[in-house]
């Protein structure tokens, strides 16, 4: 895993909720941070900062709900454009 893409995901959600204590496993549906307008800026945060597409298929909560799942997300999506 990344350590910069994870801090970068991490630094995006901090700066939003700078009061929260969140480490990058911490689920951060179940601490009710997340609502659906927070997701879709997570998505778009994603796409622009790493310049991949979430394709529909990836888009369940499971790829967003830690830091280190959204690293894991990041990470496929750049192996699998660099296959392509």
Known sequence: MS???S???MDFIT???PQA??????DIFALGYINSLFA???VMFIEKTFTVTVPNAE????????AKSMTA?????QSATAAS
Do not use: A, Q, S, Y
């Open 59 to 66: 888009l369940h909560i499971d790829n967003f709900r830690t």
């Open 7 to 9: 801090g970068r995901i």
């Open 40 to 42: 879709m800026e997570l």
């Open 15 to 17: 700066n939003r909720f």
């Open 21 to 26: 204590d969140i480490g990058d496993t911490e």
């Open 3 to 5: 350590d910069e893409t």
């Open 73 to 77: 997300l990041v990470e496929r999506l």
